[in-house]
Nanobody, 115 residues
């Protein structure tokens, strides 16, 4: 299974971006897909996840009310709509997922928010 993230870029504070992450390969089961981020000089942190079996979402406190995670199962794609971006959201964003009983990570996509 491979995960390919896209949609990062440079945006001004207050702006929006939508990240996409497509899963490819042989997938028998998929339980969770989500997003993490790593800012310069900081550890990777959780952003949002979608739990398929429950149809529920979870967000980090820092992004609640601004970010929305969604899934298109037919396209095997998870999205992260990011609104009201601030410079503190600047980071490399990684998508991840549990497929076929094990976790996978995609390469990151850089989001830069200018003040």
């Amino acid at each position: 299974v491979q995960l390919q993230a896209s949609g990062g870029g440079l945006v001004q504070a207050g702006g929006s971006l939508r990240l996409s992450c497509v899963a490819s390969g042989t997938i028998f089961s998929s339980n969770v897909m989500g997003w993490y981020r790593q800012a310069p000089g900081k550890q990777r942190e959780f952003v949002a996840r979608f739990i398929s079996i429950a149809g529920s979402t979870t967000y980090a406190d820092s992004v609640k009310g601004r970010f929305t995670i969604s899934i298109d199962n037919a396209k095997k794609t998870v999205y992260l709509q990011m609104n009201s971006l601030t410079p503190e959201d600047t980071a490399v964003y990684f998508c991840s997922g549990d497929f076929n009983g094990r976790p996978y990570w995609g390469r990151g996509t850089l989001v830069t928010v200018s003040s």
